[in-house]
């Protein structure tokens, strides 16, 4: 495949070079004078009137191309990779909270479950990363002990607030529950 692309790039440069753009030469005398070209009459019939050549035009627009692609296909590719990263995080705090729901045959304990759970792996994530912040400002401790104790960190005040916000919710769901009857 790449002989191909070679190949294709050496003959689009052997179409964009134009005997316009090359020097003259003129021999006198046993002198050899170079001589640039006469812009003002084209040699070739593929030369604009500003002297640009369409044959480089088409290799710069080629190339962006090639460029443009390239980044398409990374920005894909990231964007492919996070989505999957996140669904089977997704999935496993999900499927624990179905299990729990049909254990208890309860779908309030199932979202009980979810929330807390899904607190508890945002809080290790924030919980990490700020201790990393704070460590690489205030340089206390070795990376893997900032990280290990932002995790736990982490962990405890996610739990912390997802007790907290299952709380809330059910008082608003019992509250608009109530207001909704009446």
């Not at 964009?16 to 753009?21: D, G, Q, V």
């Not at 899904?118 to 990393?132: D, E, N, R």
């Not at 401790?141 to 916000?165: D, H, K, M, Q, V």
Request: contains cysteine.
């Amino acid at each position: 495949m790449k002989p191909l692309f070679f190949l294709i790039i050496l003959i689009l440069l052997g179409i964009s070079t134009s005997p316009a753009n090359c020097q003259k030469v003129v021999h006198s005398n046993d002198t050899t004078v170079y001589q640039p070209s006469d812009t003002t009459e084209p040699s070739s019939s593929d030369e604009l009137e500003n002297g640009t050549s369409p044959g480089l035009f088409f290799m710069a627009m080629f190339g962006f191309g090639i460029m443009f692609l390239g980044v398409g296909c990374g920005i894909a590719l990231t964007f492919i990779v996070v989505l999957v990263i996140s669904v089977l995080v997704s999935i496993g705090v999900l499927s624990a909270a179905v299990i729990v729901g049909l254990n208890k045959k309860s779908y309030t304990a199932g979202f009980k479950t979810l929330v807390v759970l899904g607190s508890a792996v945002g809080g290790i994530f924030l919980g990490s990363a700020g201790f990393w912040v704070l460590n690489k400002i205030m340089k206390w401790w070795p990376l893997e002990t900032a990280l290990i104790s932002g995790a736990l960190a982490g962990l405890i005040g996610g739990l912390l607030f997802g007790y907290t916000c299952w709380y809330v919710l059910r008082r608003l769901t019992g509250y608009f529950k109530s207001k909704l009857k009446t």
